[in-house]
């Protein structure tokens, strides 16, 4: 209904979260690359102001085109092969990538060709990553890691995973198992895992990187790698070695499942919040023995949608799934109490229980919400729910950006 | 002898020696950095500078993310819409149907419906060809109590037109209608930051018996509609002079455009224009003795204070900074560097001035990337004597907090204007703001609700992660 898709496109009082175009740059801040957004203007000063907390204390190589209507109507592609291949002279980076705006995307720019040009010239790998301004972050960021991953990774085959795989046997996919994962007994070699989807736009809190790590660490795991945050490109080309991809948003999806189809490792996703971290500490053994992926957070939401008489819980936690999910299951776990998750950001396949509903745009935001006594949300989101609500604020950077820093 | 024909750093394209630099782009265009100093105004807080205003953009989200946050750290989240974008309105339906329908569905939702709306077009809208006059015709048509303007966030465009600031100045005046005109009422319009009723130009004008209104004294709505009783418009400020110059036009009124020049030939040349088209009694000479004098002894004065110190000016500061560099230094004031990407034609003369006068003064470019080295603890003029900057981006650049927090001229005007601005040096060179904290925010002027990301310090946000 064509009624519906305007009333979903509409906000009259409610942000939007950060685009995708400021995703992939949060994705590759870290990595020593050069992203270029191929756009007019704005975008830049967007990024640093609302969608970044580094910009201030930390270098990264991320800059605009600039480009102009005239460029864009003669197809002048060369202003940005040559001040891209100018530009990385000047500064040597490990890689570039390209991201592009809306007037690149409606005028069919073909960037493959414009990342052959500069590799040819550069000698630096060059990627294109396919945005177009039109979409949240999620799939911005999770493109440019699964962009990332292919450029280091695509001439690689499967029977190099894990690169160091001392285990024998794998799975139908062809991941190694890993037999003394810890499944039912104490593992006498850690698994090794990577973290896939960590940005500070989901994870905003300084040390959150560190934190996660040691908790892995402490539960037995080895981290082989961050992506992308407190972590080298370097480290991150040794992620084949690992047996397990946790992913810790949705912006991790995209390379998690690349990888697992490609090298046969699997997946899990979900953040050790509260009593659900056993559980997928569990799942991340699980996967590691048997090789298949899993999203343990959606099984126990599934599990209490299903055991409950009504159709919707008193309390749901609105947002990025994976981490609202989590977060929702451990509220399941821990007090027994009905949850639903209301998904919120664009990339939820795989990672959501079927049959959840997912609001688009303000009015169906607004709906949605106000059927809950109880709600687990970024504060902007307050505004949505109904008089009498019992609101629990959990300030989400991509959505609030510096209200609540 | 050998004789150096290139500048002391023949590599450098982003720091250029002023003897080297040519009128009016000094710098190549390239790539683009973007330094996080955020204070001046963007086509938001104009917009909302219209009392009772809302504002509506039409857009992709990535380009939203700007606007919407902006609003929110103005706590103007009430008076900004917007509607979303997406692949299938320009592939399969189309821009004019997704604009008039979404605009309408984020109307229909307002507690209040305003008087007036600001519906932003993008780059999009001009690429696909839209109908705009069918879009305004049909928004008009369902919503006759409404005034809606039309205005544009189309960036594309921007380099080789007016920006979407300018367009945007120009757009907001036209609900003005011709009032009956009021001989004694002068507007002075287009400026961001008013003018204090001490300022030379207010004073000069009231005085002379003027009754004078900028836009901030416009509480509601009507209140702005009543400024088409001037009998004269002025303008101060670059980018609003064509906005002004039109209106003035349409309503038939007299205009002058007395740019905010910092030199005393210009003010007096600029008070006399003013007393022309206002019908005033231009000040006596010794007026301008008496006031010339004391600009000098404040600038004496200053160069005392800056003995030891070098100067850094930027263009967001003021749309004068060469002639502020032309002032400071032919009063001997070392002035280290000045920060811009382009010259304004009201420049030129300053420009070669400078070329002449001070040819190893430094132009520096804020946005070529090879500007992204410095900040986070690199300065631009290095360890050598302190530095006081004149402008934000000056102060990110040098790494100083003592910086004049200023943009868009702050209301510098006249004699007066300079004397101010000496104070205001003085005051930075001895006293240090914490810059890091004050120039990511937003519009100065406008209330800023956000906190500001700093290192060495546990963010407020919760970790989800258990411990």
Not at chain 2, 75 to 87: I, K
Not at chain 2, 450 to 456: L, M, R, S
Request: overall charge negative; hydrophobic content about 40%.
């Amino acid at each position: 209904m064509a009624e519906d898709r305007w009333k979903s496109q509409a906000w009259w009082k409610l942000p939007v979260y950060t685009g995708d175009v400021s995703g992939v740059c949060s994705a590759l801040y870290e990595l020593g690359g050069m992203v270029i957004m191929h756009d007019p203007s704005g975008c830049n000063s967007t990024f640093n102001t609302h969608d970044e907390i580094r910009w201030t204390q930390r270098e990264s190589l991320i800059f605009l085109s600039g480009l102009t209507q005239m460029d864009a109507i003669t197809g002048n592609d060369a202003k940005l092969i040559d001040d891209t291949v100018s530009a990385a002279q000047a500064y040597a980076p490990a890689f570039i990538a390209i991201a592009n705006s809306p007037v690149p995307w409606l005028i069919g720019t073909d960037f493959h060709a414009i990342c052959a040009k500069i590799m040819e010239r550069t000698g630096i790998p060059a990627f294109h990553v396919e945005t177009n301004a039109m979409h949240d972050y999620t799939r911005g960021a999770g493109l440019a890691f699964f962009n990332l991953a292919r450029m280091l990774f695509s001439k690689r085959t499967s029977e190099e995973a894990p690169a160091n795989g001392k285990p024998a046997g794998r799975t139908s996919c062809g991941a190694a198992r890993n037999p003394d994962s810890g499944i039912g007994k104490k593992a006498y070699r850690p698994v090794r895992v990577n973290i896939l989807g960590m940005t500070p736009l989901d994870f905003t809190r300084k040390g959150e990187p560190d934190r996660l790590r040691k908790r892995l660490e402490a539960e037995g795991f080895e981290v082989v790698s961050v992506w992308a945050m407190n972590d080298r490109l370097e480290n991150l080309k040794n992620a084949l070695s690992a047996e397990v991809n946790l992913v810790v948003s949705s912006t991790g999806i995209y390379a998690a499942r690349w990888m697992e189809e490609r090298f046969g490792i699997p997946y899990t996703a979900g953040i050790p919040a509260g009593g659900f971290a056993d559980v997928l500490f569990r799942s991340v053994r699980q996967c590691a023995a048997q090789g298949e992926s899993c999203v343990p957070y959606a099984g126990i939401l599934a599990q209490n949608a299903l055991e409950r008489k009504a159709a919707c819980g008193a309390g749901c936690f609105a947002g990025e799934p994976v981490m609202m999910g989590s977060l929702a299951a451990a509220r399941i776990l821990e007090e027994g109490e009905n949850c639903d998750l209301i998904p919120l950001t664009e990339t939820v396949r795989g990672l959501i229980p079927e049959d959840t509903v997912c609001p688009k745009g303000e009015e169906q935001i607004r709906r949605v919400l106000g059927g809950y006594d109880r709600v687990t949300a970024d504060p902007m989101l307050r505004e949505a729910c109904r008089d009498g609500c019992r609101f629990e604020e959990l300030p989400h950077f991509a959505l609030s950006g510096r209200m609540f820093l | 002898m050998l004789e150096r024909i290139t500048h002391s750093e023949a590599d450098s394209i982003e720091r250029i020696p002023i003897r080297c630099a040519h009128f009016p782009q000094p710098f190549p265009r390239m790539l683009e950095y973007n330094a996080p100093a955020h204070g001046t105004w963007n086509i938001v807080h104009i917009a909302m500078a219209v009392p009772q205003s809302h504002s509506i953009y039409v857009c992709a989200d990535n380009c939203l993310r700007g606007v919407v946050m902006t609003a929110a750290e103005m706590g103007c989240q009430d008076r900004l819409s917007s509607v979303t974008l997406r692949e299938r309105d320009t592939q399969i339906d189309n821009l004019e149907s997704i604009t008039i329908e979404g605009v309408s569905e984020v109307i229909a939702h307002l507690p209040q419906k305003p008087p007036v709306v600001f519906v932003f077009l993008v780059c999009l809208h001009i690429f696909a060809g839209s109908d705009e006059d069918y879009i305004f015709r049909e928004l008009s048509r369902r919503w006759p109590e409404i005034r809606f303007v039309k205005a544009y966030m189309d960036c594309v465009r921007q380099k080789e037109g007016p920006s979407p600031d300018m367009k945007l100045r120009m757009a907001e005046y036209t609900p003005i209608e011709p009032l009956a005109v009021d001989e004694r009422r002068v507007n002075i319009l287009g400026g961001d930051i008013p003018f204090d009723p001490d300022c030379e130009l207010v004073a000069l004008l009231e005085r002379g018996g003027a009754k004078v209104k900028q836009q901030k004294d416009c509480r509601s709505y009507q209140e702005f509609l009543g400024l088409g009783d001037a009998a004269v418009n002025l303008c101060t400020y670059p980018n609003a002079k064509d906005a002004v110059l039109a209106l003035s036009e349409r309503l038939g009124r007299r205009y002058a455009y007395l740019s905010a020049g910092v030199s005393f030939d210009e003010i007096r040349a600029q008070i006399h224009t003013l007393s022309g088209v206002c019908g005033i009694e231009p000040p006596a000479q010794e007026w301008f003795a008496a006031q010339e004098a004391e600009c000098e002894e404040a600038l004496a004065r200053l160069a005392r204070t800056l003995n030891g110190w070098q100067a850094a000016v930027d263009y967001t500061a003021h749309s004068r900074p060469l002639g502020i560099a032309r002032l400071l230094i032919s009063h001997g004031i070392r002035v280290r560097c000045v920060f811009l990407d382009q010259i304004l034609e009201e420049e030129k003369e300053a420009f070669f001035w400078l070329r002449e006068h001070a040819p190893d003064l430094e132009l520096v470019s804020t946005i070529l990337p090879q500007m992204a080295r410095f900040g986070r603890g690199t300065a631009v003029c290095g360890e050598e004597d302190p530095i006081v900057a004149f402008g934000q981006k000056a102060a990110w650049y040098c790494q100083t907090g003592h910086f004049v927090n200023l943009i868009e001229g702050g209301g510098l005007w006249g004699y007066q204007g300079i004397r101010r601005l000496c104070r205001l040096l003085t005051e930075a060179s001895e006293k240090a703001l914490d810059y890091r904290q004050i120039i990511p925010r937003k519009g100065i002027g406008w209330p800023s609700l956000c906190g500001v990301p700093q290192t060495g310090r546990e963010g407020t946000v919760n970790s989800n992660v258990s411990e």
